[in-house]
């Protein structure tokens, strides 16, 4: 149960990928060069556009994302336990979210109409089935990072979980440390790498991606105005990438997508400080434009998913209350008391626990 108290409406809240190298590992000139989907959140008054600020989360009574293994964990009353097989839950993203969203910062995703699955943990528009190859694209939280032992990667446990479903599936990786959105099919051109040709074989595609374009912005202190043009760049190469990922001219025999939104560290506290090697990455002081930012790059990912049909998890969402704010019981997401943090010391990479729950995560929204 999620036990919170009042907060300010005068705080604004950003998701920022930081680029910050993870510390206490082993050092080397391939040290991380920037975050992944994740980062932290700032603060302030104002600036929020839509339906950025104010308001309850609303419609559906789903139960909360969170740390459940089976149905939805929390408090909802429409939680599904179990796998289920996909759509018919009569859950709401905005059901499923209502601990995440009863505050400050709300996201509509339910103006989207995508279907939820039954474990609150993302979308169910893919009846996911005969998988013959897994590819992995995007950060640094896909490509892992020290100090998690590389066999704890969530990459790694997924695979395995995969492979235990679809034993002779073939994996591939092509993300990369600093990844950012235009390098699916621009800069880094990581489609192009692990798909040259038409792919023949029924295809898995795992995703994270967006924190290092939010870092940019955060990083040169954009207005609204100012990263509009950004965000709407940012969007648009999520959406044709996804496109590409999605068509049956490339893929002929089928693909499946499932791409994570972005988190912080923050837990929507916006206090820049509370990882104490925050500093390392430069980052100070407020983002005022932060909570227009975040609820435009949010809704835009679940628009990409309703116009594709791939599928979006809630990383965000269900880390949120898991930063290094977790123990303040005003918090918008405050999960209870003895909450574990799950991010490491380089502020924005998961810890094993972290990497864990990503992989059931994305595991569940495969299985269903």
């Known amino acids: 149960m999620h036990i919170k108290l009042g907060r300010s409406v005068g705080v604004v809240a950003m998701a920022l990928g930081l680029g910050v190298p993870a510390c206490g590992g082993s050092s080397d000139d391939a040290a991380p060069a920037g975050g992944g989907s994740g980062g932290v959140a700032t ?21 909360a994302a969170g740390t459940g293994t089976g149905g939805a964990a929390g408090t909802g009353t429409g939680g599904v ?36 699955g039954s474990h609150c943990e993302g979308t169910n528009q893919q009846d996911i089935q005969g998988v013959e190859r897994l590819v992995f694209l995007g950060d640094s939280i896909t490509a892992g990072t020290p100090p998690t032992p590389a066999g704890q990667f969530y990459r790694t446990q997924l695979t395995n979980m995969v492979k235990q479903k679809w034993p002779n599936v073939q994996v591939d990786d092509c993300s990369a440390w600093g990844a950012q959105v235009e390098d699916f099919l621009g800069g880094g051109k990581q489609i192009a790498k692990c798909f040259p040709s038409t792919e023949q074989k029924k295809t898995l595609v795992i995703i994270t991606m967006g924190g290092n374009d939010l870092a940019s912005m955060a990083k040169a202190k954009k207005t609204a105005s100012e990263a509009s043009g950004q965000i709407a760049q940012v969007l648009a190469d999520m959406k044709a990438a996804v496109e590409w990922l999605k068509s049956p001219t490339n893929f002929p025999n089928g693909s499946y997508v499932i791409f994570a ?4 560290y923050t837990d929507l506290f916006a206090d820049l400080s509370s990882c104490p090697t925050g500093l390392v990455a430069g980052f100070s002081g407020e983002w005022l434009a932060g909570t227009s930012v975040l609820v435009q790059l949010r809704e835009g990912y679940m628009s990409i998913a309703k116009d594709t049909g791939a599928d979006m998890m809630f990383l965000g969402e269900t880390f949120c209350g898991h930063g290094f704010k977790a123990g303040d019981a005003s918090g918008q997401c405050y999960r209870g008391p003895n909450t574990p943090t799950w991010f490491d010391i380089s502020c924005i990479h998961p810890t094993p626990d972290g990497h864990s729950q990503i992989a059931k995560m994305f595991m569940d929204i495969v299985n269903e």
């Open 81 to 116: 336990a179990g796998s289920g097989t996909g759509g018919g839950t009569g859950l709401t993203a905005n059901g499923c979210l209502k601990d995440e969203y009863d505050g400050v910062v709300y996201v509509n995703y339910d103006q989207f109409n995508v279907p939820v």
């Open 261 to 264: 939104n972005i988190y912080e």
């Open 43 to 63: 603060g302030g008054g104002g600036g929020a556009s839509g339906a950025a600020t104010g308001g309850a989360a609303g419609a559906g009574s789903g139960g």
